[in-house]
């Protein structure tokens, strides 16, 4: 059973930078698609961005296109979201997520099924 561990949360004000990063165990990290996603108080969680196996195609949220990177480094199963030019509304808990099929992706959210624990992000003055 894979296990999902995000950090890197924390304040930032804005126009500022967080780098989250998550970190994988369980099973082969190489051979699944890996996400972000995050939920903001009184909202539905939200697809941020998504990433196949290899590290290919990048996929994004509008409303992110351009200020964040995610990327993956599989000889240390752990996959990252570089988050630049932060907003107050990107305050969210931002959670982890990996696709429960093997080489599989398609760059939309229901490719994902498993969740880390989240990481909390707060943009405030």
């Known amino acids: 059973q894979v296990q999902l561990v995000e950090s890197g949360g924390g304040l930032v004000q804005p126009g500022g930078s967080l780098r989250l990063s998550c970190a994988a165990s369980?099973?082969?990290?190489?051979?699944?698609?890996m996400g972000w996603f995050r939920q903001a108080p009184g909202k539905e969680r939200e697809f941020v961005a998504g990433i196949s196996w290899s590290g290919g195609s990048g996929v994004y949220v509008d409303s992110v296109k351009g200020r964040f990177t995610i990327s993956r480094d599989n000889a240390k199963n752990t996959v990252y979201l570089q988050m630049n030019s932060l907003k107050p509304e990107d305050t969210a808990v931002y959670y982890c997520a990996t696709s429960n099929l093997p080489y599989y992706y398609t760059g939309l959210s229901h490719d994902f099924g498993s969740w880390g624990q989240g990481t909390q992000v707060t943009v405030s003055s």
């Open positions: 369980g099973r082969t990290f190489s051979m699944y698609s």
